[in-house]
């Protein structure tokens, strides 16, 4: 018998998405068509051989299923599916891990049955307060002893422990069996932590985690895999809602999706899979592309040739990996491929920058047309490319630039207001901070005339950093319990600080005494109501912000709301003798370790694409498929080139299906960096249509020599070096 499903295998720009919507419109393409494929016979409403009439979309669910890789790829894909099919069919587009979420949480009575769990609402955890928590829980048992044999922080301790449980639920191993697979990985080399240790948190922070209703990823993953998908009432329901299912890139797809698949085309759903030889980008980090693989042998498989031919991927991929696979061979790279190559690493970013400020301003290629593409980036070269390109009127876009919340001045200003107007918190506030907020908290929008945008330079502050200090030096009253801002009278010499500042601070002084007043007689609801009060007091004021500000402001009410609703949980299952203001304490705290970041949406541009130079690492920029006519590869001598960019997961070869427990060795390790540096280089070259520059500098920016593995690409193209 024939397969009504596809199995799409291209490289990079071969066309794998399209011809993907290409087959679901093909399958809708005719009523007979569509129902002969998709209408359930089993269940006997109509005679075989009838065509029934057209799905009634609005009395069935979505019939479905679109999955993607990350959120980017997931809007542009269901999209894409909707456009082509003018919304006619009904289309639920999510990623892997968004759908098990979902379908748990949509399932939750059914879990509470079988597992017998309390009766409550379930409440997603974010990874930050999933990390704070499971270290309260295990501080008692990770002591110091045990942190001086793993040869890591607390910290980074404990998100190594929740990461294997991520791990395992990815690769459809229940937490029991964790230690087990571990202790094989690891044979004698357990230089770091006993299995069955590790395991043994991991049981308790999951049960802890379930008698309180809290989820996180790698229990949500388990939930589906171990309880959901093999239980009966489920697979029916799954059955009735999805009679198809599309699947974008799922090289980058964990063990769990095939399962998924597997379940779905066992009840007579059709699938469309794309897969990426020269993917797996999320490899080490859940995703197993091999497993996966295997659903191949279910499907008619479809090979797409190479990439388009404007891409240098045909021209260059082979030449490429034998130059880096092989050093001794003695082989020169077209002129297409040029090198800037400089003694240290902060000539280098100049010398990029500058080469890129040239060709733009030369109208040899738009902003638009050109990507930045490095193993990582520090903020030093962040600063540098972006503040150099800038100045020479060159916007620039940093994919997935998630700077902690603490870094923006606004929320670091709110944050000082609250330890101001709660009690007890005066230990968090110290004097510049008080400035700074004073600066913030008196800004005012001006919208130039005949203009209706607002930058950050349209904002202007009634009270300058300068008197802000002043004020701070003179009229703030350090207290561990009650901090205070005296008038500006207590200042003898007020006059200087002048009219406009001075009304400015009677106004925030005024406000401040105005919601302690209301704390104290108990009228503010929550901290987050007042975050809420003071953004409109001072901040909103009726005007439109800056992007970025927005962002940052409703990561932070978004967090905060998180926060305090984790907190009431708690408190109702076991509650704790603390201070009133502990967990405004411990908020504030958390922000300020900077582990929270703004990821705001929308991420894509409102209208046409923003003229703007791309600056990415390779794991960003791989995973947002995008493609460029000149690639900038910046630190080209550095050896994370070989890893990436990004750090594997640690014990992640463990979990991968066909090898689950087999010890990880240094041979491992070197070949599976061989492979991961082809598709790299493969993946790069397919996205680069005319230019790639190779950027080095002898010395990296702790002084070291870089001796990575392109380097014998940078010697290849040396004679027509820019110095």
Sequence with gaps: MVSHSVWIVGSSRSGKTARLVEQFCNWVKSEKQYHELFYTKKQGR?????????????????????????????????????????????????????FFQDEVILFWPLLINSLNLKAQFPVRLRPETEQELATKLWRSQLDEEILRLAGVNESRMVRRILDLLQLAAYSGIPCEDIA??????????????????????????RNWCLERGLLTYGIITELYSQHLLSDRNYQQHLAKRYQAVLADDVDDYPSVARLLFELLLDQGAVGAFSYNPDGAVRLGLGADPNYVEGLAGRCRVEILTGPPPESLGEQLTKQMVELVTEPMVLLSLPEIVHSIETTSRAQLLRQTAEEIANAIQSQQVEAEEVAIIAPGLD????????????????????LNDQRPLISSPIIRALLTMLALVYPGLGRLVERDAVAEMLVVLSRKQQIPENSSLLT?????????????GLIA???????????????????????????????????????????????????????????????????????????????????????????????????????????????????????RRGTITANPYPLRPIGGVRKAVTLATIFQYRSSRRSHRWHFWLDAGSPLWAKGGAATLFGAPFFLRDRLGEPWTAEDEKLAEEQRLRRILADLLSRVSERVYLCHSDLAVNGQEQLGPLLPLVNACVTHSVM
């Design 46 to 98: 109509k005679k075989a051989g009838h065509i029934p009439e057209f799905l009634d979309i609005k009395q069935t669910e979505p019939g479905v299923l679109v999955l993607a890789a990350n959120d980017d790829n997931r809007r542009e894909l269901g999209d894409t599916i909707v456009t082509s099919t003018l919304g006619k069919y009904p289309v639920r587009a999510k990623t892997p891990l968004g």
């Design 180 to 205: 087990q697979i571990l202790a094989r990985g690891l044979g004698e080399n357990t230089t770091t932590l006993e299995p069955e240790f590790l395991a043994s948190l991991l049981l308790d922070w």
């Design 379 to 398: 903020a030093i070269a962040r600063y540098t490319l972006v503040e150099i390109l800038v100045k020479q009127n060159i916007q620039v876009q940093s």
């Design 473 to 591: 030096d003179y009229c703030f009253l350090p207290h561990p319990d009650r901090p205070n801002l005296l008038p500006v009278s207590a200042f003898e010499r007020w006059d200087r600080i002048g009219y406009a500042a001075t009304t400015a601070y009677n106004e925030i002084l005024e406000w401040l005494e105005q919601q302690r007043s209301q704390q104290e007689l108990r009228l503010i609801p929550s901290p987050i109501s007042l975050l809420d009060r003071a953004i409109q007091r001072f901040l909103w004021n009726g005007s439109n912000l800056p992007y970025e500000q927005l962002a940052a402001l409703r990561e932070l009410l978004e967090t905060a709301q998180h926060y305090w609703e984790i907190d009431t949980r708690l408190r109702q299952i076991a509650p704790v003798e603390t201070t009133p203001y502990t967990t405004i304490i411990e908020f504030i705290q958390l922000l």
């Design 456 to 468: 950050p330079n349209s904002l202007s502050a009634d009270i300058d950093p300068v008197r802000a």
